[in-house]
């Protein structure tokens, strides 16, 4: 493993400005867990590993073929070095500069841009922040006075090269003398880290941390000579386990296992909310272990497109972060695929079109909703938090795919007019069966929040007749009901829809209404007043026959674009206007009553036009429809000022 460089002047090139700033974190940050410099570098070291075994499933002209595949650690405590040697796929000059003198992408500066908040919000640098950016490697720079990179290419005709920095602001680049493929990483530990030197603790970081890699890690060590020989005795043992989880039976692992290859899998270090292996024959062949992250920020910081599982063929790692596997409206779900059967072309970047896919994914879609409905069945207190943290993406399915409405229905939960406050959620399943005999409809509401909600005209007639409404919060449920028209033949219906068909009992349950103090005269009067402030913005305007309290409020034609699509247009912003709705009023309300009385004593009271705005205005606000309500403040000073007059 020793490398004799060639005799040639080494090029000195400078890192550019915002690596010298991500190593100038990376060195002098309080980082509290050091030791994941180890996990990164052999996290490189496994990628090319895969990438040559890849590589020679499709090229015979490999440098090495028999070489093992393999990763070896040798540490020298005396001299405080650490030796990371692999026979990966190795790297040519221009790959070496590109891969460790820049960072690809945006990632060192939404690395810096990261640490810059975390700085003001006085935390330090996270355990699962490394690695997210592309910035792995020069997390050795924590415990490295000195690194130098030699590696030579697969391709036969390739030079090797040393790579060499101090992480002071520069790096040089030479030729090398290296006969064998792959990568050796020679560290020159700093004092405080030389206990990255000693194999006990090389051995503990690989137990915590790369326990699951897919190849050999084997650590030398050196034995006392036996009885009657002469000098000391070096080993390699083996020092992980190497062991493909998902090949194996599920009676197999225990749930330490599972919750160590997540960790060691995601950088999660919380518990999975839910886990999934399994395994089928036909039509295809394949494993699959999934998992539901422990919260949706976990990887506060990777990329929109970071996600998708990883896909293997016969343990051969094909691709990360595949996306067609799963819907994209799973893509939270983490875990792996392996397959004896699926088809690939020369290219590691690409997997054939085959239904062989589609086969996969409607095994696994079908599977994650069966124990997703386990979860919310069996232990409910873990599925609340599931669906505080992924909900919205079982409604985006709703909204998007067809087929998520019969799979994930049962899955969705609401706060209704019976929930004590917005966590108390009820799912469609629960609804339906306290409904009552004569209830044909599910009774929702639209708006922003509970308790916007909870006091909304719409509701008074429900909660006086004991009828439960789910109340629809999430700007989400909108795009959601396009496709949820209905449960189990039951239709969803909107409270503010006019031709509901309400339980008969109800209809005719009616309490004496209170005695009336408008006279028929009066209320057309009023009546007809209002439709002439109004105008064309309402469709009509009549008396209502559900409000027991409040003064008014607007309901939804008939033959009308539905609420639900209304709301879409609001939040997508496409040409939207103010839909024209039907003005309901109560003529036993006291400010109805009110207005009705100023109107008779004098028809040209110029409050009367004034209080009929800011009424319909109200409602406006109330439904969510209003698309400025800034400029009711004129308006409302008006009437202040009548007020203040006594």
Same mark, same amino acid.
């Given at each position: 493993?020793?490398?004799?460089?060639?005799? !040639?002047?080494?090029?000195?090139?400078?890192?550019?400005?915002?690596?010298?700033?991500?190593?100038?974190?990376?060195?002098?940050?309080?980082?509290?867990?050091?030791?994941?410099?180890?996990?990164?570098?052999?996290?490189?070291?496994?990628?090319?590993?895969?990438?040559?075994?890849?590589?020679?499933?499709?090229?015979?002209?490999?440098?090495?073929?028999?070489?093992?595949?393999?990763?070896?650690?040798?540490?020298?405590?005396?001299?405080?070095?650490?030796?990371?040697?692999?026979?990966?796929?190795?790297?040519?000059?221009?790959?070496?500069?590109?891969?460790?003198?820049?960072?690809?992408? /945006?990632?060192?500066?939404?690395?810096?841009?990261?640490?810059?908040? *975390?700085?003001?919000?006085?935390?330090?640098?996270?355990?699962?922040?490394?690695?997210?950016?592309?910035?792995?490697?020069?997390?050795?720079?924590?415990?490295?006075?000195?690194?130098?990179?030699?590696?030579?290419?697969?391709?036969?005709?390739?030079?090797?090269?040393?790579?060499?920095?101090?992480?002071?602001?520069?790096?040089?680049?030479?030729?090398?003398?290296?006969?064998?493929?792959?990568?050796?990483?020679?560290?020159?530990?700093?004092?405080?880290?030389?206990?990255?030197?000693?194999?006990?603790?090389?051995?503990?970081? =690989?137990?915590?941390?790369? $326990?699951?890699?897919?190849?050999?890690?084997?650590?030398?060590?050196?034995?006392?000579?036996?009885?009657?020989?002469?000098?000391?005795?070096?080993?390699?043992?083996?020092?992980?386990?190497?062991?493909?989880?998902?090949?194996?039976?599920?009676?197999?692992?225990?749930?330490?296992?599972?919750?160590?290859?997540?960790?060691?899998?995601?950088?999660?270090?919380?518990?999975?909310?839910?886990?999934?292996?399994?395994?089928?024959?036909?039509?295809?062949?394949?494993?699959?272990?999934?998992?539901?992250? /422990?919260?949706?920020?976990?990887?506060?910081?990777?990329?929109? $497109?970071?996600?998708?599982?990883?896909?293997?063929?016969?343990?051969?790692?094909?691709?990360?972060?595949?996306?067609?596997?799963?819907?994209?409206?799973?893509?939270?779900?983490?875990?792996?695929?392996?397959?004896?059967?699926?088809?690939?072309?020369? %290219?590691?970047?690409?997997?054939?079109?085959?239904?062989?896919?589609?086969?996969?994914?409607?095994?696994?879609?079908?599977?994650?909703?069966?124990?997703?409905?386990?979860?919310?069945?069996?232990?409910?207190?873990?599925?609340?938090?599931?669906?505080?943290?992924?909900?919205?993406?079982?409604?985006?399915?709703?909204?998007?795919?067809?087929?998520?409405?019969?799979?994930?229905?049962?899955?969705?939960?609401?706060? %209704?007019?019976? /929930?004590?406050? !917005?966590?108390?959620?009820?799912?469609?399943?629960?609804?339906?069966?306290?409904?009552?005999?004569?209830?044909?409809?599910?009774?929702?509401?639209?708006?922003?929040?509970?308790?916007?909600?909870?006091?909304?005209?719409?509701?008074?007639?429900?909660?006086?007749?004991?009828?439960?409404?789910?109340?629809?919060? $999430?700007?989400?449920?909108?795009?959601?009901?396009?496709?949820?028209?209905?449960?189990?033949?039951?239709?969803?219906?909107?409270?503010?829809?006019?031709?509901?068909?309400?339980?008969?009992?109800?209809?005719?349950?009616?309490?004496?209404?209170?005695?009336?103090?408008?006279?028929?005269? $009066?209320?057309?009067?009023?009546?007809?007043?209002?439709?002439?402030?109004?105008?064309?913005?309402?469709?009509?305007?009549?008396?209502?026959?559900?409000?027991?309290?409040?003064?008014?409020?607007?309901?939804?034609?008939?033959? *009308?674009?539905?609420?639900?699509?209304?709301? =879409?247009?609001?939040?997508?912003?496409?040409?939207?206007?103010?839909?024209?709705?039907?003005?309901?009023?109560?003529?036993?309300?006291?400010?109805?009553?009110?207005? *009705?009385?100023?109107?008779?004593?004098?028809?040209?009271?110029?409050?009367?036009?004034?209080?009929?705005?800011?009424?319909?205005?109200?409602?406006?606000?109330?439904?969510?429809?209003?698309?400025?309500?800034?400029?009711?403040?004129?308006?409302?000073?008006?009437?202040?000022?009548?007020?203040?007059?006594?």
């Amino acid at each position: 493993m020793t490398e004799t460089v060639k005799e !040639a002047e080494p090029k000195q090139i400078e890192f550019k400005a915002e690596i010298r700033q991500l190593l100038d974190i990376l060195i002098h940050s309080l980082y509290s867990n050091q030791e994941i410099f180890l996990r990164e570098l052999l996290s490189n070291a496994s990628d090319a590993l895969n990438r040559i075994k890849f590589e020679m499933l499709t090229n015979r002209d490999v440098l090495n073929p028999d070489a093992e595949l393999a990763i070896w650690l040798e540490a020298d405590e005396d001299n405080r070095t650490l030796t990371i040697h692999d026979t990966g796929i190795g790297m040519a000059e221009d790959e070496i500069v590109g891969g460790l003198g820049t960072i690809a992408h /945006s990632g060192a500066k939404e690395f810096l841009k990261a640490m810059e908040e *975390a700085g003001k919000k006085g935390q330090g640098v996270t355990t699962d922040v490394i690695g997210q950016f592309g910035v792995g490697f020069y997390s050795v720079f924590m415990v490295a006075e000195e690194v130098k990179v030699t590696s030579r290419s697969f391709r036969p005709d390739a030079q090797a090269v040393t790579w060499t920095s101090t992480g002071q602001g520069a790096y040089s680049v030479t030729p090398a003398e290296k006969t064998d493929r792959g990568t050796v990483i020679e560290i020159k530990l700093k004092e405080e880290a030389k206990e990255y030197a000693r194999n006990y603790r090389l051995r503990q970081v =690989v137990k915590a941390h790369s $326990d699951f890699v897919a190849f050999p890690i084997y650590l030398k060590e050196e034995k006392p000579p036996a009885e009657g020989e002469t000098g000391k005795k070096i080993e390699w043992p083996q020092i992980n386990e190497q062991t493909a989880i998902w090949r194996q039976s599920a009676r197999e692992v225990d749930a330490e296992k599972y919750k160590s290859f997540y960790q060691q899998f995601t950088f999660d270090f919380g518990d999975p909310l839910l886990r999934v292996h399994t395994s089928a024959d036909a039509p295809v062949q394949f494993y699959a272990l999934l998992f539901v992250p /422990s919260k949706k920020d976990y990887r506060l910081f990777g990329g929109k $497109d970071d996600y998708g599982l990883k896909l293997y063929a016969r343990k051969v790692l094909i691709k990360e972060n595949f996306k067609d596997l799963l819907p994209n409206y799973l893509r939270f779900i983490e875990g792996v695929v392996d397959s004896e059967d699926i088809p690939l072309n020369v %290219s590691r970047e690409m997997v054939q079109a085959t239904p062989l896919l589609e086969k996969i994914k409607g095994t696994l879609v079908r599977r994650l909703a069966t124990e997703l409905g386990n979860l919310a069945d069996e232990e409910p207190d873990k599925y609340r938090t599931f669906w505080r943290e992924f909900g919205p993406f079982i409604k985006e399915g709703i909204a998007t795919d067809p087929d998520a409405k019969s799979r994930f229905m049962d899955l969705l939960r609401f706060p %209704s007019s019976s /929930s004590e406050n !917005a966590d108390d959620l009820v799912s469609l399943k629960q609804y339906a069966d306290r409904m009552k005999p004569d209830q044909n409809e599910i009774y929702y509401i639209l708006g922003d929040d509970f308790k916007v909600l909870s006091r909304s005209p719409h509701l008074e007639y429900f909660r006086k007749h004991n009828l439960e409404v789910l109340y629809l919060t $999430d700007p989400l449920d909108s795009f959601m009901l396009i496709n949820l028209a209905d449960y189990n033949g039951k239709p969803l219906k909107n409270v503010d829809d006019a031709g509901l068909d309400l339980p008969e009992a109800d209809k005719t349950d009616e309490e004496t209404p209170a005695e009336e103090t408008i006279s028929s005269d $009066d209320f057309e009067k009023l009546v007809a007043r209002f439709k002439s402030v109004l105008g064309e913005r309402v469709e009509s305007v009549r008396e209502s026959k559900l409000l027991t309290d409040s003064p008014a409020r607007l309901v939804n034609p008939a033959d *009308a674009m539905n609420a639900s699509m209304q709301r =879409v247009q609001r939040l997508l912003g496409k040409d939207y206007q103010v839909p024209k709705k039907i003005l309901e009023i109560n003529r036993h309300n006291a400010l109805i009553q009110n207005l *009705a009385e100023r109107l008779a004593v004098n028809d040209s009271d110029p409050l009367v036009d004034v209080l009929i705005e800011q009424l319909y205005a109200n409602e406006l606000v109330t439904e969510g429809l209003h698309p400025n309500p800034a400029e009711m403040v004129t308006r409302i000073y008006e009437l202040m000022q009548a007020a203040s007059k006594g």
